[in-house]
Nanobody
Framework: QVQLVESGGGVVQAGGSLRLSCAASGRTFSAYNIGWFRQAPGKEREFVAG?????????SSSGSVRGRFTISRDNAKNTAYLQMNSLKPEDTADYYCAAGQISPPIAAAYYTYWGQGTQVTVSS
């Protein structure tokens, strides 16, 4: 089992920044790919970014976050991060981190463990 706890969400004005954290406990954090997903009200959960065990990084193919969001991980701290800059109202959503062992880490089905989510609201 891997337990994941997200933090760092909140309310921010458009153009602002937030850094989300995903703290893991349980099994070896470094053995898992980590992904960030988001779900806006009335919409399906969507992949935002993933970082593999190797450190390889993938961002959403939609291009909606490329250049603004940065995923990283610190295996010594059992924590992954999502740095979000230049936030837009359309980034408003619940953000979830997930852990899995299937690569490439780009789909929700490839993840086994999920956190409870943290809410991000971007005001215009």
């Amino acid at each position: 089992q891997v337990q994941l706890v997200e933090s760092g969400g909140g309310v921010v004005q458009a153009g602002g920044s937030l850094r989300l954290s995903c703290a893991a406990s349980g099994r070896t954090f470094s053995a898992y790919n980590i992904g960030w997903f988001r779900q806006a009200p009335g919409k399906e959960r969507e992949f935002v970014a993933g970082i593999a065990v190797s450190g390889a990084i993938t961002y959403s193919s939609s291009g909606s976050v490329r250049g603004r969001f940065t995923i990283s991980r610190d295996n010594a701290k059992n924590t992954a991060y999502l740095q979000m800059n230049s936030l837009k109202p359309e980034d408003t959503a619940d953000y979830y981190c997930a852990a899995g062992q299937i690569s490439p880490p780009i789909a929700a089905a490839y993840y086994t463990y999920w956190g409870q989510g943290t809410q991000v609201t971007v005001s215009s």
